[in-house]
């Protein structure tokens, strides 16, 4: 069942056109031929990843088809579900996508798919353990007391013990020690051989440690910007060094090893990459001299590094200072000032009881959001579900019941007057709410925090901790982005795993508690992380509130805006008094 | 080196013992002895949950230590650089990641505007410096995590396997940063997997199970002799320090040719060390143990140059009879 790529782009480089063209065609067509283990190369962000979410059907292409067999992966944003049951993906560290309460019942997860009997499912998982040298003694314990290691080998084999056809791998190397990747390699080939007797299937391994993994690849994909750029074997990219310098995947360790020793004069032919075949061609040449010999240098001493110069001093060139101005540009409103126009604001959205008066104040900071320019992305994901639990909520509040009449529908009735006191609420709340998505989307949560340290400063006298205070919101701010990109993670992996047939992008409720878990467990790691490196970054104690930046002077665009929150709150608070009271 | 001229060690920790609170009975460190002067660069080496990240977080001064001393410069002055780019930013653009930390300095908001851009432009990175982190590549924003540490100028820098998520080349950039700082005097220590890397460390240290087996040259690592256990010697005058003692799993095991003590720790060596073992072997020893391909390059080439010598002297011996 070899796989065809027909135009196909993985992903929207974020450099797309920054790297030099190497004048190769592909235009994303190319072929996974069975029975081969494929390595997939390419720079940081080249869309490796996304390639492998897309050949294992979790994620659809930016354009182009997959075929298997001839048949298309992809129909729109689903994936042919027959498909699905023949490919498996391992995720780059797998060992964070375990939920269950039971080894076994990792496994159970992962088999469900395939409706199997018993016995077979007790035979998969034996072999599966077995294959990653784990003993079946752990079936009944939690995942959560093995070892960092043995999590990670767990969830490969509850992959393997799906028995696909295709697998793909996801950067395997990645944190694994000297000693633990030998190991990953006889797995690999391994793997490859199973299906190469088989006559079926295949690997395709993404990675960028290329000099542990050339040495057991049989072809090998250059993948950048989204797209196949070259392909060949692993002795043919050994040749095309400078084809993997212009992808910043190179010079790998054997092409500088051949370029140094065909510089000294050995006779090297071209599928010689290996430590033993190179040292018998160097002592060919030592046998049989060539006519010409190198020129040495022999005492230059080995440059470690090129220089990079980093000046030590605080002076600035003179070009560089003038240009730092320019670069430096402030943020369009002071924190400070946007501290206090989203206050008073605030205040005076929620002082509003009329409809009319809450439908303007949505509308104020509906405008402001606009004016400022606000990423349509952060609207709809504010929007969307808000407006979705508004609807709920509002419909729901209508709803009454007269149990005089009896349990017939004629009993259920709609208020209107209660459906609307909900929806102004929920309302005046989406307002607040927009304000806030005003506040953060125009300068950057590190400013906000030091405007609201600035501003508070003053209530230091009394022993309020402000600068803690500031620092903790700038940190929360910092944080609420991460929390969607790790459920996106982590609801792909319960995608591939599940076999989920649903439209890419949705996810079942029956699969919540895969998400959940890790996802908790991640931001947990996350929040560590991020304070160990604020504490790496010199944060020991409570910081100082930071001192007052003389060039952070307002300018008339401040007193305006503040001047334009004051009228509004006015106008607000009029508002609130000459509509009737609801 | 500048060590000479400055014998007081930058960091310097003395049987340091350290045991968690939930694991009584097992030491993540086990009396690890380490001292490390300005402008070295010392590589660490071992497996995972060997030690080697914790040993960097007490280097660091970010872990008390259950038993023996730690002196590490005060807060500033060390720095400590993770593996994740994706959790180590804080700011918003490369410029704010690294005014943050100077501000906590009590650097002057314009001044640390300053010294961030001139930091930046150092490290090639004065483009992308209002350009949104999400928006950088991963070798871009672990370049701009050692940028944000190297401006608060500090006399040691550790690494946590910085290279492990990045591509050739920007793992390439990374080390010419680090390097430009060493050549200032900042010592480095630099946690890494990845064994080419030793070759630019002026030392290696390997660990095994919280203890040091191994402090010497990445050539006295990688090659067998002089034999791989001997002590580690510096001209220093005060050389404190020594080998860990010789670890229980690990003696040599007898073989017609002497195991590098990367053999004996069944780690492959990179591969012109490899090609160097191979010749070896077959008896061709060019003597000066190459690290890297460049030095291998050297090596052949010499060996050439004498063989075509001896040739040579050869006829014209044979001509003065």
Redesign the interface.
């Known amino acids: 069942m070899p796989i065809l790529l027909q135009s196909l782009q993985s992903a929207r480089g974020?450099?797309a056109g920054q790297r030099p063209s190497a004048g190769t065609p592909a235009d994303g067509d190319g072929e996974l031929r069975d029975g081969e283990l494929t390595l997939l190369i390419?720079?940081?962000?080249a869309g490796k990843s996304s390639l492998l979410r897309t050949l294992a059907g979790v994620v659809p292409p930016v354009s182009g088809q997959v075929y298997y067999d001839g048949q298309p992966l992809w129909r729109g944003r689903r994936a042919a579900p027959t498909l699905l049951l023949r490919v498996g993906l391992v995720f780059q560290s797998p060992e964070q996508q375990l939920f269950a309460r039971t080894v076994q019942g990792e496994f159970h997860y992962s088999l469900r798919p395939y409706h199997l009997p018993p016995d077979l499912i007790a035979a998969r998982t034996a072999a599966a353990l077995a294959g990653t040298g784990l003993n079946t003694r752990i079936l009944s314990q939690s995942p959560w007391y093995l070892?960092?290691?043995q999590r990670r080998r767990l969830a490969v084999a509850t992959t393997l013990a799906t028995a696909t056809d295709w697998l793909f791998l996801d950067e395997p190397t990645?944190?694994?020690?000297?000693?633990?990747?030998?190991q990953l390699l006889q797995t690999l080939q391994q793997l490859r051989n199973e299906r190469r007797e088989q006559g079926r299937g295949g690997l395709v391994v993404a990675t960028?440690d290329?000099?542990a993994l050339l040495p057991i690849a049989d072809r090998v994909w250059l993948w950048a910007n989204g797209r196949l750029r070259w392909t060949g074997t692993p002795a043919q990219l050994v040749e095309q060094e400078a084809l993997?310098?212009a992808y910043?995947?190179?010079?790998?360790?054997?092409q500088?090893?051949r370029?140094?020793?065909l510089?000294?004069?050995?006779d090297l032919p071209g599928e010689l990459w290996q430590?033993?075949g190179?040292?018998?061609a160097?002592?060919a040449?030592?046998q049989f001299?060539?006519n010409q010999?190198?020129t040495?240098d022999?005492d230059?001493p080995?440059d470690?590094?090129?220089?990079?110069?980093?000046?030590?001093s605080?002076a600035?060139p003179p070009a560089?200072?003038a240009?730092?101005t320019r670069?430096?540009?402030p943020s369009p409103l002071d924190a400070r000032a946007r501290w206090l126009c989203c206050s008073l604001l605030t205040l005076g959205v929620l002082a509003q009881t009329h409809p009319l008066g809450v439908l303007f104040g949505v509308l104020l900071a509906a405008g402001m959001c606009l004016r400022a320019r606000t990423p349509v992305s952060a609207w709809r994901r504010v929007t969307l579900p808000y407006t979705w639990m508004t609807a709920f909520s509002t419909l729901f509040a209508g709803l009454y019941w007269q149990p005089a009449t009896g349990l017939s529908w004629h009993g259920l009735g709609f208020a209107i007057p209660a459906a609307l006191t909900t929806l102004q609420a929920l309302l005046r709340l989406y307002a607040v709410v927009l304000l806030g998505l005003w506040l953060t989307s125009g300068s950057?949560?590190?400013?906000l925090q030091?405007g609201l340290a600035h501003t508070l400063r003053h209530l230091e006298r009394w022993r309020v901790p402000v600068a803690p205070l500031a620092l903790g919101a700038g940190l929360v701010l910092?944080f609420i982005?991460c929390i969607g990109q790790e459920l996106e993670r982590f609801s792909q992996i319960a995608r591939a795993r599940g076999k989920s047939r649903a439209r890419a992008g949705a996810l079942r409720a029956s699969d919540l508690p895969v998400v959940m878990i890790p996802l908790l467990a991640a931001l947990f790691q996350?929040a560590e992380?991020?304070a160990?490196?604020?504490?790496?970054?010199?944060?020991?104690q409570w910081?100082?509130a930071?001192?007052a930046?003389?060039?952070?002077r307002w300018h008339s665009a401040e007193w305006r805006a503040v001047a334009g929150a004051v009228l509004a709150l006015a106008c607000l608070l009029a508002l609130r008094e000459v509509l009737p009271v609801c | 080196m500048a060590a000479a001229e400055n014998p007081a060690p930058v960091l310097s920790l003395q049987g340091v013992r350290l045991t968690y609170a939930h694991t009584p009975e097992q030491a993540v460190l086990q009396g690890v002895d380490l001292v490390v002067y300005a402008g070295e660069w010392v590589a660490v080496?071992?497996?995972?949950?060997s030690g080697k990240s914790t040993l960097g977080r007490v280097a660091?001064g970010?872990l008390p230590v259950s038993a023996g001393r730690v002196q590490s410069p005060p807060?500033?002055g060390v720095?400590?650089?993770?593996q994740?780019p994706d959790?180590?930013g804080?700011?918003?653009?490369p410029?704010?990641d690294v005014?943050?930390?100077l501000?906590?300095?009590?650097v002057?908001?314009?001044?640390a505007?300053?010294?961030a851009?001139?930091?930046l432009?150092?490290?090639?990175l004065?483009d992308v410096?209002?350009t949104p982190l999400?928006?950088l590549?991963?070798?871009q924003r672990q370049l701009l995590a050692t940028t944000?540490?190297?401006a608060?100028?500090p006399r040691l820098i550790v690494l946590d396997e910085p290279t492990?998520?990045?591509?050739?080349?920007?793992a390439a950039r990374l080390?010419?940063?680090?390097?430009?700082?060493?050549?200032?005097g900042v010592a480095v220590v630099w946690m890494t997997?990845r064994?080419?890397e030793l070759a630019?460390a002026s030392r290696v240290v390997a660990l095994v199970a919280g203890q040091k087996v191994f402090d010497g040259t990445p050539r006295q690592f990688f090659y067998a002799d002089p034999p791989a256990l001997a002590g580690y010697t510096t001209s220093h005058p005060n050389p404190a320090q020594s080998a860990g003692g010789t670890p229980p799993a690990l003696s040599p095991r007898p073989s017609l040719q002497p195991l590098s003590f990367c053999r004996q720790?069944?780690?492959?060596p990179?591969?012109?060390v490899?090609?160097a073992?191979?010749?070896h072997s077959?008896g061709?020893c060019c003597g000066d143990k190459p690290l890297?391909?460049?030095?291998?390059?050297?090596c052949?080439?010499?060996?050439?140059?004498a063989?075509?010598r001896q040739?040579a002297g050869g006829l014209d011996a044979t001509l003065e009879t």
């Open positions: 974020p450099d390419g720079p940081v962000g070892s960092g290691g990645a944190g694994l020690d000297a000693l633990a990747l030998p960028h290329l000099d993997c310098q910043g995947v190179g010079p790998t360790e054997v500088a090893t370029r140094a020793l510089a000294a004069g050995v430590a033993e190179l040292a018998a160097v002592a040449s030592l001299p060539a010999l190198p040495l022999a230059r080995w470690a590094a090129a220089a990079l110069e980093c000046p030590a605080d600035l560089l200072a240009e730092g670069l430096a540009e950057s949560y590190l400013a030091q910092r982005p996350l992380d991020l160990l490196a604020l504490e790496a970054r010199g944060l020991r910081p100082a930071p001192p930046d003389p060039e952070a | 080496v071992g497996a995972n949950g660091a970010l807060p500033p720095q400590l650089v993770l994740n959790a180590q804080i700011g918003q653009t410029l704010e005014c943050f930390g501000t906590q300095l009590g002057p908001p314009a001044a505007r300053q010294r851009l001139a930091t432009q150092a490290a090639g004065a410096a209002n999400e928006r590549s991963g070798g944000a540490a190297l608060m100028h492990a998520m990045l591509d050739a080349a920007a080390r010419a940063m680090v390097a430009a700082q060493q050549a200032h997997q064994l080419a630019y720790l069944g780690w492959t990179p591969l012109p490899q090609v073992e191979a010749l077959r061709l890297t391909a460049q030095e291998l390059g050297e052949v080439a010499r060996l050439r140059l063989q075509s040739a």
